[in-house]
């Protein structure tokens, strides 16, 4: 039984030399909390993709009802017909819109790669 207890005391003492330490006390916390925060940064942003993209198609009816509205109008404003004024406003309601449906584009299917 000597020996017995012998190689147990050699086998307890292998395995406390054995243990690896943590390079610090909280680490494993920290680590989780990141991947926590990284995973409701991740959710915050798909939320305001989809809002953007919501945003986007309401200012393409507002811009088109605004649009339909003002064309049927025969007013002046300061001597310029309201029908040149609005082909100018559609116009850039139309590079605007352009530009930002680009944008939403890569930047959604940037995400998803």
């Known amino acids: ?20 330490e943590m390079p610090f006390q909280d680490f494993e916390d920290r680590m989780m909390d990141q991947i926590y925060q990284e995973q409701q940064q991740k959710k915050s942003v798909n939320n305001n993709l989809h809002l953007a993209w919501l945003f986007f198609f309401l200012g393409l009816f507002m811009g088109l009802l605004i649009t339909s509205l003002t064309v049927n109008l025969n007013e002046q ?8 004024i609005a082909l100018f406003v559609q116009f850039a309601i139309a590079v605007i819109l352009l530009f930002q449906f680009d944008r939403l584009l890569n930047f959604s299917f940037r995400r998803k790669n």
């Open 77 to 84: 404003i300061h001597g310029i017909p309201l029908r040149k």
């Open 1 to 20: 039984m000597d020996k017995m207890q012998q190689e147990e005391k050699l086998i307890k003492n292998l395995m406390k030399h054995s243990l690896t």
